[in-house]
């Protein structure tokens, strides 16, 4: 999505970049030729200079725009994630799977706990072992988890 809106830096170098070719030629640093074709290809030059700058400026824009829009949209999704009303009604769409004694015989923390999770993994899986380790650090930040 684009914003339609003018770059405060950028006006502020473009109107300098104009301010000083205008000056240097009112002061007499930059001449007009008078059909001189040396004078005239100076002036030229010149004008080529100034304008390369403004479209250069003009081209590497997008660029740092695009450059900063990627760990503004990263931050942007993460808190999404991270938000609790966001993962409440992720949480309650999950379906409810029934445990019992006899089909879940490996528990951890609070088997009376208010938020039960069930997981299905395999122990000699690596992905699988590091999640075990966070289920882990989870049942010591809160005790009130039944896994």
Known sequence: MKARQWCVLCLIVQVLL????IANSLLGYIRMPAFNFQEALSLIFIGSCYAAMILGINALIPKFN???ALPFLRQTINGMKADEDVFAAILKKQPFHETNESDS???FGNPAGSLQLTILTNPYCYPCS???KRIEGLLQKNGNIGV
């Not at 104009?18 to 070719?21: E, K, N, Q, R, V």
Request: a positive charge; zero cysteines.
């Open 18 to 21: 104009w301010a000083i070719f």
């Open 66 to 68: 695009a450059d900063r």
């Open 130 to 132: 590091m999640m075990h």
């Open 105 to 107: 015989i490996i528990r």
